[in-house]
């Protein structure tokens, strides 16, 4: 794993430099599904890169990125998205990072991710625990759910997709407080971190979270669905947190009665 890791955090530092090339210098500009959603020279270029990099070192591992699709399968699988947070890179709000997971034999077992303009690097490997810049991580101590930080996001259209305004208004009438930073890895490497005790989310992508479960897990947290199933990638509902408020979060966002 260690050449592994060395060559994700590789690739993700690649993905910054492109990152902050971009922010320095300008950047053309796409709709992708509808005029919210949308895709930069920045995405596309970062993506390139980390593929050619891992493909090079790797040839026979197989790669899915949120601008490129996926080849064809095999054993080691990189699953990549090279700029999350991009609605956040288009308006310069500095909250926007690369991540990179290795799923092995279907199991998620590396996660890095990058934060490049803080130069925040979360990584974990399974069983070695999660680290950042180098300090072990872990998670919060709350262990009530009332007064903790949450952090939630949305679907591009959410006036397609409402559903998670109900676990939103949900929480904000139980008194939470709730932040949407914008960038899914990087909000469930805060929890890693003891940043934010919670953070929930619907229709996410794999390549959103496939390095950030694995940090989150290995700082101490937990990652499941609404129900407190465990989680498997590609899943509509992801719930993480410190494990402490855990049932209690489940019980006030996604429990019918609670509305
Ligand atoms: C998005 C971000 C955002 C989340 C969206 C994602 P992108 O990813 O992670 O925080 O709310 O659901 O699609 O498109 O910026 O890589
Ligand atoms: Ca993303
Ligand atoms: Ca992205
Ligand atoms: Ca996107």
Same mark, same amino acid.
């Given at each position: 794993?260690?050449?592994?890791?060395?060559?994700? /955090?590789?690739?993700?530092?690649?993905?910054?430099? /492109?990152?902050?090339?971009?922010?320095?210098?300008?950047?053309?500009?796409?709709?992708? %599904?509808?005029?919210?959603?949308?895709?930069?020279?920045?995405?596309?270029?970062?993506?390139?890169?980390?593929?050619?990099?891992?493909?090079?070192?790797?040839?026979?591992?197989?790669?899915?990125?949120?601008?490129?699709?996926?080849?064809?399968?095999?054993?080691?699988?990189? /699953?990549?998205?090279?700029?999350?947070?991009? =609605?956040?890179?288009?308006?310069?709000?500095?909250?926007?990072?690369?991540?990179?997971?290795?799923? =092995?034999?279907?199991?998620?077992?590396?996660?890095?991710?990058?934060?490049?303009?803080?130069?925040?690097?979360?990584?974990?490997?399974?069983?070695?625990?999660?680290?950042?810049?180098?300090?072990?991580?872990?998670?919060?101590?709350?262990?009530?759910?009332?007064?903790?930080?949450?952090? %939630?996001?949305?679907?591009?259209?959410?006036?397609?997709?409402?559903?998670?305004?109900?676990?939103?208004?949900?929480?904000?009438?139980?008194?939470?407080? =709730?932040?949407?930073?914008?960038?899914?890895?990087?909000?469930?490497?805060?929890?890693?971190?003891?940043?934010?005790?919670?953070?929930?989310?619907?229709?996410?992508?794999?390549?959103? =979270?496939?390095?950030?479960?694995? /940090?989150?897990?290995?700082?101490?947290?937990?990652?499941?669905?609404?129900?407190?199933?465990?989680?498997?990638?590609?899943?509509?509902?992801?719930?993480?947190?410190?494990?402490?408020?855990?049932?209690?979060?489940?019980?006030?966002?996604?429990?019918?009665?609670?509305?």
């Amino acid at each position: 794993m260690d050449d592994l890791l060395a060559s994700a /955090i590789a690739a993700a530092r690649l993905a910054r430099g /492109i990152h902050l090339y971009y922010q320095e210098k300008g950047f053309a500009v796409d709709t992708k %599904t509808g005029p919210t959603d949308l895709v930069t020279q920045a995405d596309r270029e970062a993506e390139a890169a980390v593929k050619a990099f891992l493909l090079e070192r790797y040839p026979d591992h197989a790669f899915l990125g949120e601008e490129g699709g996926q080849d064809h399968e095999a054993a080691y699988r990189w /699953i990549v998205d090279p700029l999350d947070g991009t =609605v956040n890179f288009a308006h310069r709000f500095p909250f926007f990072a690369v991540s990179i997971g290795l799923e =092995v034999r279907g199991r998620l077992e590396l996660g890095v991710v990058l934060d490049s303009t803080r130069d925040e690097l979360f990584w974990a490997v399974r069983g070695r625990g999660a680290y950042l810049n180098g300090r072990p991580l872990r998670v919060s101590a709350t262990d009530r759910l009332i007064g903790s930080l949450l952090a %939630t996001g949305f679907p591009y259209d959410v006036s397609k997709d409402r559903e998670n305004l109900v676990y939103f208004e949900r929480a904000l009438e139980h008194g939470l407080t =709730v932040r949407r930073p914008g960038a899914a890895a990087l909000d469930l490497c805060y929890v890693a971190a003891g940043r934010l005790d919670g953070f929930w989310e619907v229709k996410l992508k794999p390549w959103d =979270v496939a390095a950030a479960v694995v /940090i989150v897990e290995e700082a101490g947290g937990r990652v499941t669905g609404l129900a407190g199933e465990p989680y498997a990638l590609g899943n509509r509902y992801i719930v993480a947190s410190n494990g402490r408020i855990h049932a209690e979060m489940i019980e006030a966002l996604f429990t019918e009665a609670s509305g």
